[in-house]
């Protein structure tokens, strides 16, 4: 069975730092670019990060630069998503994906697999 689990997710104050792991199976896990989603009570669902297979591309959108770092271990079937200097608008439930790229990765994508959310509440 293709899974996709996220987790890593919890309460943190402002300012204060998560790291949310993103584990495949069932599937040959380097054969995808990941990309991480978030979605907010009442919102869309926004792109938020990804990174290509061989994580010689990695991006994230405006508001995340310089704070959040995506990372992947091929070897152990995960990716991470390092986030730093939490801001109350970051809170939301926490999704990554499977894209079907060989080279690159796009938030814009067709995703193919997602994973069950991690919530990431950032509140004093």
């Known amino acids: 069975e293709v899974q996709l689990q996220a987790s890593g997710g919890g309460l943190v104050q402002p300012g204060g730092s998560l790291r949310l792991s993103c584990v495949g199976s069932?599937?040959?896990?380097?054969?995808?670019?990941i990309a991480w989603f978030r979605q907010a009570p009442g919102k869309w669902r926004e792109g938020v990060s990804c990174?290509?297979?061989?994580?010689?591309?990695?991006y994230y959108v405006d508001h995340v630069k310089g704070r959040f770092t995506v990372s992947r271990d091929n070897a152990k079937n995960t990716v991470y998503l390092q986030m730093n200097s939490l801001q109350p608008e970051d809170t939301a439930v926490y999704f990554c994906?499977?894209?079907?790229?060989?080279?690159?990765?796009?938030?814009?994508?067709?995703?193919?697999?997602w994973g069950q959310g991690t919530q990431v509440t950032v509140s004093s």
């Open positions: 990174i290509s297979i061989s994580s010689g591309t990695k």
């Open positions: 069932g599937f040959t896990f380097d054969d995808y670019a």
């Open positions: 994906a499977t894209e079907n790229m060989l080279a690159g990765c796009s938030i814009n994508g067709r995703m193919e697999t």
